[in-house]
């Protein structure tokens, strides 16, 4: 039987996934959008958030879904970018990237 305290964290990883998939179609959205940097500012910084919720509380995520997050990242990295934005995708490949590694 899993522990209550493990079945807490498993629950909210959940949500800290449930989140990040939400946020991840606006994001791709915003690729196009470069009007709009505050925006992506705000969301590359919830994504951070959120995947580092997620990792720090499950298992390692389905590969799938890495694939999606990472293509995501590293695809918004080429585009010209204000600090804060590079500096939470940065962050945010930076956390995927350990958390794969054997």
Do not use: I, K
């Amino acid at each position: 039987a899993m522990s209550s305290a493990s079945a807490a964290s498993d629950s909210r990883a959940q949500a800290a996934r449930a989140h990040l998939e939400a946020l991840l179609p606006a994001m791709a959205a915003e690729e196009s959008g470069a009007e709009a940097p505050r925006r992506l500012e705000l969301l590359s910084g919830l994504a951070t958030a959120f995947l580092a919720a997620m990792l720090e509380r499950s298992e390692a995520p389905p590969l799938a879904f890495v694939r999606r997050v990472y293509g995501l990242l590293s695809g918004a990295l080429v585009r010209p970018l204000s600090r804060e934005s590079r500096r939470n995708l940065e962050e945010a490949l930076l956390l995927l990237l350990q958390r794969m590694l054997p």
